[in-house]
């Protein structure tokens, strides 16, 4: 046998520490394709009511979706609850479905404050709206047991004026909105407003994400280019006040996404 010359030898040590260092940084993990290309991840803004049927039936229906399919890997996803809404000239608030919405509106929006992470201030949302759906919605305040959550930092955001301030917040943000909204859902995917097609939101972020595509966008058909053309397919609630909420057999009982809630769900 050749013994291995004073070179090697000195290379062996830093071959050894830049293998250290590699297994350190998880180059030897497993990674999913947004991780590793780092590629951008795909704005996805929801302007909603809490008490607008349609929007109530996106959330539960399709918008949760994304956290079982793996596209929430690929979408930095924003709610805005506000809707069609009103700010008056003394800076109170009035909503398209009556206080119950206002109260609703601002809790969701305390939730988010509160739980600035998405899995929880997501879930807390679902629950709020899956109760809507299924037309119990002032039993809101069960989805604090449900999800195990403190329910002391919402409800001191929504009862003071820490609450009306965030619900001005959204205001301003959906006043803001180019073009206007003139509907609820209002989706925008990369800044561009789906109109009434936006249950196919998951094309359009397949579309605008420029990583290795997540598995789910396999088989998507492509978007419409002339977004006006698109049948208006989809339900929405326009902004002429006082609309009542569906009735249940149009909400339909049961969601068609259920998200996994803990065991102690009652």
Same mark, same amino acid.
């Given at each position: 046998? !050749? ?7 000195? &290379? ?24 590793? +290309? ?10 909603? =009511?809490?008490?607008? /049927?349609?929007?109530?039936?996106? !959330? @539960?229906?399709?918008?949760?979706? *994304? ?12 709610? @805005?609850?506000?809707?069609? #809404? ?20 601002? @809790? ?20 709020? +709206? ?10 809101? =305040?069960?989805?604090?047991?449900? &999800?195990? &959550?403190?329910?002391? /930092?919402?409800? +001191? ?13 959204? #205001? ?6 180019? /073009? ?8 925008? %995917?990369?800044?561009?407003? &789906?109109? $009434?097609?936006?249950?196919?939101? $998951?094309?359009? %972020? ?9 598995? %789910?966008? $396999?088989?998507?058909?492509?978007? /419409? ?10 339900? %929405? ?5 006082? *609309? ?6 149009? =909400? ?15």
């Amino acid at each position: 046998m !050749i013994a291995p010359g004073p070179r090697r030898l000195l &290379l062996l040590p830093v071959a050894l520490l830049l293998l250290l260092v590699a297994a350190a940084g998880g180059a030897f993990l497993p990674r999913s394709p947004v991780a590793a +290309e780092g590629a951008k991840k795909v704005s996805l803004v929801l302007y909603y =009511e809490s008490l607008c /049927p349609y929007c109530s039936r996106f !959330i @539960v229906n399709h918008l949760a979706g *994304i956290f079982e399919d793996g596209l929430i890997d690929a979408v930095d996803l924003r709610l @805005v609850p506000y809707g069609n #809404a009103r700010v008056g000239s003394n800076g109170d608030i009035s909503c398209q479905h009556g206080p119950y919405e206002c109260l609703l509106n601002t @809790v969701e929006a305390c939730a988010i404050d509160a739980w600035p992470d998405l899995d929880v201030h997501f879930r807390f949302i679902y629950c709020v +709206e899956d109760l809507v759906v299924k037309r119990q919605y002032k039993e809101w =305040e069960s989805c604090f047991q449900k &999800l195990g &959550l403190d329910p002391k /930092p919402v409800t +001191e955001c929504y009862k003071s004026e820490q609450g009306h301030k965030l619900e001005l917040k959204y #205001a301003n943000q959906t006043d803001a909105l180019v /073009p206007p909204h003139r509907y609820v859902p209002w989706v925008v %995917v990369d800044g561009q407003p &789906l109109l $009434e097609d936006y249950e196919n939101f $998951e094309a359009y %972020v397949c579309k605008a994400y420029k990583g290795s595509p997540p598995k %789910v966008c $396999e088989g998507l058909v492509h978007p /419409p280019v002339a977004l006006e053309t698109v049948v208006a397919r989809n339900g %929405v609630t326009y902004n002429s006040g006082g *609309i009542e909420l569906a009735t249940a057999e149009e =909400e339909g009982r049961d969601s068609k996404i259920r998200m996994r809630l803990p065991d102690n769900e009652n």
